[in-house]
């Protein structure tokens, strides 16, 4: 089915890329930044010269389009999704993707930064990629194959079931969404207009991987109000929100429940921004765990701990908001096992083995699948993400197209005809 077919997932990848869609976490607009919509635009003309009327982009960033189904067959309604936007914690601005034809196992020094090397024995995956064409950065920037991989992907897919109509499928959603790096990816999604039944997230990293957990998780915001006195003449009047603070953050514990010393299943507190004065300082934290029930012992754990440290001082006040962010996928996916099993089977078809794995983490999928879109995350190669020294393999990227088409030829299989209802 593929033998005579061009891919154009790595193509695609290395225009993407270069274009700057970094979100920001402390804009308050939709998207969190208007560039996001540069390659929101570069999509939906690519999207409608390959054949899809209705692809569009909408005030807030979010691109649709609709593959037709091509079968009498009421098929469920597939949504395929990805993001757009690149994280805020390392820069997106003049990505130069590089391709590394047949990699042999050599260290790949980045050549505006030789600092930056990529070596086999700190990304022992690159053992499976001998031959094999690596796509990085140059070295001062990161790449954005955390999601345009994903895009690329999807994009792939659109090209090969209209340049295939023999290949039978039902209707297919595609759904592009800005901000998922901030939190935001589904907060402006419109589900009826979206109109599927069950969909998949591309934005996974080893060819294989599948995902159908993820962390839930919930933001604290700590509001420590101080007392505020001129410093000449502070004595036995200045309360300092600041030092408050610092010796909450010297109290939390280093060898368990923070990022740096937890893996697998464990879930963590973690600060990820202070900003005050002497009389007001407030402390951003994250929640993690993989059960909702452990998100709240760990809050009553960090209240508890910020307690104990203002009984020194009594005129000190502060409060404690928690908000949930997302929920683990599995709770949703469990009741709905075939959207996984299909996606087992399409990983099979290519020649992979399947790879089960839990996010230390949350994607679009998380919210999605509790906004009524089942929705597990499917590989598109990523690797290192969020750095320098981020690459990805053309190959991967090709066998997560492959993926694709055999997941949308599953479900087709799978959905029995009226006469087989009958």
Known sequence: MFENYRFTAAE????????????DPQSTSYPTTEKQKDLAKVLVDELKQTGMADAHMDEWGYVYATISSNTNKKVPVVCFCAHMDTAPDCSGTNVKPLLHKNYQGQDIVLPDDPSQVIRMNAYPYLQTQIGNDII?????????????AGVAGIMDLANFLVTHPHVKHGEIKILFTPDEEVGKGTAKVDMKKLAADFGYTLDSGDAGSLEDETFSADAVQV?????????????????????IAGEILAFLPKDRLSPESTEGKRGFIHPVRVEGIVEKCTIDFIIRDFETEGLVKKEDYLRTQIEERMRTYPKATFEFKVTEQYRNMKEVLDLHPQVVEYAKEAIERTGLKVKMESIRGGTDGSRLSFMGLPCPNLFAGEQAIHSKLEHISVQDMEKAVQMLVHLVQVWFERTPSEEEKT
């Open 12 to 23: 695609r990848f290395m225009k993407y890329v270069r274009i700057d869609t970094q979100s």
């Open 136 to 148: 990085t950065a140059s070295g001062t920037t990161l790449l954005g194959s955390d999601d345009k």
């Open 223 to 243: 509001i420590i109000h101080g007392v505020s006195a001129h410093p000449g003449y502070a004595k036995d009047k200045m309360i300092n929100a600041m030092k």
